[in-house]
């Protein structure tokens, strides 16, 4: 066997993947851009719908935003409609609950002794 080996290569690799040219579409596959793109094309269609809604669309629509000024008459509005309890429909059955202070809030507590 004669030294030094000569050897010939069969086939050349390519290491490296040629980059690919900008495409803008390859922007669109971004999920941030996605989004953005929906929070933006909702903010200029929702007034849109608002102004075709018909007018007893528009009244339920306020009271439902009126229940979610105030969180406990929300609250009880959707646990009566769950039980069944009440059947007004009107909201004006809102019984404020009155709770005593608390220590931590400034409130003063009275201590009891032992009980025998």
Same mark, same amino acid.
């Given at each position: &066997? *004669?030294?030094?080996? !000569?050897l010939?290569?069969?086939?050349?690799? #390519?290491?490296?993947? +040629?980059?690919?040219? =900008?495409?803008?579409?390859?922007?669109f596959?971004?999920p941030?851009?996605l989004?953005?793109?929906?929070?933006?094309?909702?903010?200029?269609? &929702? *007034?849109?719908?608002m !102004?075709?809604?018909d007018?007893e669309?528009? #009244?339920?629509?306020? +009271?439902?935003?009126? =229940?979610?000024?105030d969180?406990?008459k929300?609250?009880s509005?959707?646990?009566?409609?769950?039980t069944?309890a009440?059947?007004?429909?009107?909201?004006?059955?809102?019984?404020?609950?009155?709770?005593k202070?608390?220590?931590?809030?400034?409130g +003063?507590?009275?201590?009891?002794g032992?009980?025998?």
């Amino acid at each position: &066997m *004669p030294h030094p080996l !000569e050897l010939t290569a069969h086939a050349s690799y #390519e290491y490296y993947e +040629k980059r690919q040219g =900008f495409s803008i579409f390859s922007i669109f596959k971004n999920p941030m851009i996605l989004m953005m793109l929906f929070t933006g094309g909702m903010l200029f269609l &929702m *007034p849109k719908m608002m !102004e075709d809604m018909d007018p007893e669309q528009k #009244e339920m629509m306020q +009271k439902q935003m009126e =229940f979610q000024q105030d969180p406990s008459k929300m609250l009880s509005s959707m646990l009566k409609g769950l039980t069944g309890a009440g059947d007004d429909d009107e909201g004006d059955s809102y019984v404020p609950i009155e709770r005593k202070p608390s220590a931590k809030a400034g409130g +003063k507590t009275v201590r009891r002794g032992k009980r025998d």
